[in-house]
């Protein structure tokens, strides 16, 4: 008996240190807890957002998921620690398409985006507005692309830092209306909006969930919104400027090490294909005024693709002159 | 608004309230005590509790963590010349001086009792002050804070000590180590030699503790007589009434200059305690006590940080917008209950805005009391045998830096910093000018990029014709600087002893 017992011990343990990079890992993977790395500061909308999801998220991995803020060199610190992270599941990284696919035109990187990473989930996804004051001259998104190209450079647009969630959208409508705006950045789309509300800046971009109360008090217009269709019934979509497609949205996606096992990368989009039905996250993503447009990875992973190349061909045309 | 006023004092008053705010008060100090810990983490971290609490049990929590947060930065700065984060520099001047001396308690309290001060009058200040604060805070953009900026570089170097050349120079060396990393506006790297480690630039904290802490941990190997190797190992009496007193003249000025400074964004903490902390040895008959264990140097910089405190929140209320991370952080419990901060609310629910502001002003109350009864226990640190304290110091100084963001290379460049500190002790450099100038630099260049983007090519039409505030700050600024380097030259003349030692 005791011998039988000595040899199971033996091949279990072989079997459980085979397992750590072999086929017999689903049913014990995660057995510690799991790492989220936010490649973007404390307080913003992705912090924001894992907490929330993090929070919930126990209950269907049955482990804890630790946020790890991770800020620098535009996202590329944190975004890298998880390109050299093992791709044991362990270790994963909750970002936007701007620091995933944009940035590798813009600079020379450590990782290569497509190759390193892959899609866990999309989280949800934010529209991106164009904001005027309330006082404005421009009534429409019309006046303000016409002064534009009247003068170039005397419309002021705050942004919260090149290449980010509300320069790239800048960028786009510069590119598909040919006009040009005098880009001045700030330290985030909070300062931003408090150059626009000051008068510093004639415009700059916001996401809808965080203007309700500047909309309601009448300090704050929005002349157009991202996407196909309206989100205020008065204010024409990008489409309807014919700016259309992937433009103005910024995507929150958890991605993972490429080489991570394949069950584990089902076990996870799992989980977070389950968070979509649970009434704890719809209670408090709604409160933080976000949407619950979850995608599968698989699919983001096309979006990704395409993502891609519509901004090789923004950088080089807006870096090209 | 009156009435708005009055339910919301009603709504502040449930015990509650009161005990999440102690909790906050109590780890938010333990926590800002730990180098490496920031209250920002703390906050971030304890936020998803505010999620499953009322609005005005979960708010005050986090507002709880922010106070204690900031004060317990102190704590390290004063035992072991450590500071935990940038508020804390100009408290180990005169704070660590004071507990070799043997007087480590007194230094505490004064620095409790002048951090409750100036966050009482600022929150009062605040409350009573809101919409005009408003209005005011829309008046500094970009173009204004670079001024001012510039003007707060200009004063720390005329007046960082007898010889403003070498000033000069160290802050000259802290500004070119604030632009290694990626330029903050073009994206563009600048002076990292290809290693990827520097490409988001050098840490703060390793900086700090690495030149303010390790020459005095080194000093102890070669200075018998130093405080660490126990000269110094009690614990001294507890603040008297009468020393409180003469230093409520530095108090009050420090509290106005840190209000003024909170007002205007993008400035903050550490700009307010050295501000603080100049004026308060600008005004004393005795300057060259400073620096040297002055109880008023302590007060000088902990009432001027902490009166940051309550303008910081003025943007955040009345327009939802976060001046800063703590506030962002604020936001987001703010937004996690549902009440989204802007103009909007205060139409609509004034009422919970006002029983927060309120819960900040007696939240103070609270902070006196616990900070009073714990500080013994913390004053406890400077009476372990050295055998086991210059250890522990280490390695909080090495898991400090590494803590802060999980980076192995943080630890060579504590070990940098601390050669660096080392050096210029021995060849009498003062590190002040050097850390201010790269705590400074990166906000001033970025704020000169902003106005440079503003002015589109054509600065000087823009600051005639748009910006008379910038204007008139620039044309102050060396006649300000003159005066004051005037001053120190006079007060310091009749007293041949250096400075540093």
């Known amino acids: 008996m005791s011998k039988m017992n000595v040899l199971k011990s033996v091949l279990l343990s072989a079997a459980l240190s085979l397992g750590l990079t072999g086929g017999l890992s689903a049913a014990d993977y995660p057995e510690k807890p799991l790492t989220l790395v936010i490649p973007l500061g404390a307080g913003g909308s992705h912090d924001l957002n894992a907490r929330v999801f993090t929070s919930v998220i126990p209950q269907y991995i049955k482990q804890a998921m630790i946020v790890q803020l991770s800020p620098g060199a535009s ?33 020379s990187l450590p990782y290569d985006p497509l190759k390193d990473f892959v899609t866990v989930a999309r989280i949800n996804y934010a529209p991106i507005a164009i904001v005027v004051r309330g006082d404005s001259p421009y009534k429409t998104a019309d006046d303000l692309f016409k002064a534009a190209k009247a003068d170039p450079g005397k419309v002021r647009m705050a942004h919260s830092g090149n290449w980010g969630a509300l320069f790239v959208p800048a960028a786009q409508l510069m590119q598909a209306n040919d006009l040009n705006f005098n880009l001045v950045p700030y330290k985030g789309g909070g300062p931003a909006m408090q150059a626009l509300l000051s008068g510093d800046a004639d415009m700059t971009m916001g ?22 269709e309206r989100i205020y019934p008065d204010v024409p979509s990008f489409s309807e400027l014919g700016v259309g497609g992937d433009v103005g949205f910024m995507h929150r996606v958890v991605l993972a090490p490429k080489d991570i096992p394949q069950d584990r990368l089902d076990m996870l989009r799992d989980a977070f294909a389950k968070l979509n039905d649970d009434k704890t996250y719809k209670r408090l993503m709604s409160r ?20 891609a190349e519509a901004y090789k061909t923004l950088v080089n045309k807006i870096t090209g002159g | 608004m009156i009435e708005a006023f009055f339910t919301g004092l009603g709504m502040a008053m449930r015990v509650d309230t009161f005990i999440m705010v102690s909790i906050g008060l109590f780890s938010g100090m333990l926590i800002g005590a730990l180098p490496g810990f920031t209250t920002l983490m703390a906050m971030a971290i304890l936020l998803p509790v505010s999620f499953f609490l009322e609005p005005i049990v979960g708010i005050p929590f986090l507002l709880g963590i922010y106070k204690g947060g900031i004060f317990g930065g102190s704590i390290p700065a004063i035992l072991v010349s450590m500071p935990g984060t940038g508020a804390a520099i100009a408290t180990t001047f005169d704070g660590y001086k004071l507990t070799q001396k043997g ?47 510039f003007l707060s570089l200009v004063i720390i170097a005329a007046t960082a000590g007898r010889n403003p050349l070498k ?72 603040l008297k009434l009468a020393e409180f007193k003469q230093s409520f003249r530095t ?15 993008g400035l903050g903490q550490v700009v307010a305690a050295m501000m603080g902390y100049t004026a308060a040895r600008n005004a004393s008959p005795t300057p060259e006590k400073f620096g040297k264990g002055e109880l008023e140097g302590v007060a000088a910089a902990e009432a001027a940080n902490n009166a940051v405190n309550g303008p910081t929140m003025v943007p955040l209320l009345t327009l939802g917008i976060p001046g800063d991370n703590v506030t962002a952080i604020l936001l987001g419990a703010f937004i996690a209950q549902g009440l989204r901060p802007g103009p909007e609310l205060f139409e609509s629910q004034g009422s919970v805005v ?39 110091v280490i390695m909080f100084a090495v898991a400090g830096s590494y803590v802060f963001r999980s980076d192995v290379f943080d630890i060579l460049m504590l070990a940098f910093f601390g050669i660096l500190g080392v050096i210029a002790r021995a060849a009498r450099f003062d590190v002040m000018p050097l850390v201010m100038g790269f705590i400074l630099g990166e906000p001033l260049e970025y704020a000169f990029g902003q106005t440079m983007a503003m002015a589109d090519g054509n600065f000087l039409t823009f600051a005639l014709t748009e910006r008379h505030g910038m204007l008139a700050i620039l044309i102050a600024t060396p006649l300000i600087g003159y005066w004051l380097w005037r001053r120190m030259n006079k007060a310091s003349k009749p007293s041949p002893v250096d400075q540093l030692s």
């Open chain 1, 207 to 228: 996401f809808p969930s965080t203007l309700s109360s500047l909309l309601a008090s009448g300090d704050v217009r929005v002349l157009a919104t991202a996407g196909d």
């Open chain 2, 251 to 265: 108090i009050c000025r420090s509290t106005m200059i840190g209000t003024g400074i909170g007002v205007i964004p």
């Open chain 2, 354 to 392: 006002f029983a927060i502001l309120i819960v900040m002003v007696l939240a103070n109350i609270l902070f006196l009391a616990i900070g009073y009864l714990s500080i013994p226990f913390f004053a406890r640190i400077v009476t372990i045998k050295s055998s086991l304290l210059i250890p522990m």
């Open chain 1, 75 to 107: 996202g590329q610190k944190g975004t890298n620690e998880v390109a050299k992270a093992d791709a044991d599941g362990y270790t994963l990284l909750f970002s936007h398409n701007y620091i995933d696919q944009l940035q590798q035109h813009v600079e």
């Open chain 2, 167 to 238: 000033g000069l120079l160290m802050m000259a060396i802290g500004l070119w180590f604030s632009m290694i990393g990626t330029d903050p506006i073009g994206g563009v790297e600048r002076f990292t030699f290809g290693i990827f480690e520097l490409k988001s630039g050098i840490p703060l904290l390793p900086m700090l503790i690495g030149v303010f802490a390790l020459p005095e941990i080194v000093s102890v190997f070669g200075d018998r007589s130093s405080h660490l190797r126990g000269a110094a190992k009690v614990l001294g009496e507890r």
């Open chain 1, 288 to 307: 933080l005024g976000e949407n619950i447009d979850y995608m599968s990875g698989d699919d983001y992973e096309k979006l990704r693709a395409d993502q």
């Open chain 2, 103 to 149: 007087q480590s308690r007194k230094a505490l309290d004064m620095a409790l009792f002048s951090s409750i001060f100036g966050d009482t009058s600022s929150d009062i200040f605040t409350l009573l002050m809101i919409f005009p604060i408003a209005l005011i805070v829309m008046q500094f953009g970009p173009p204004e804070l670079a001024a001012i900026l």
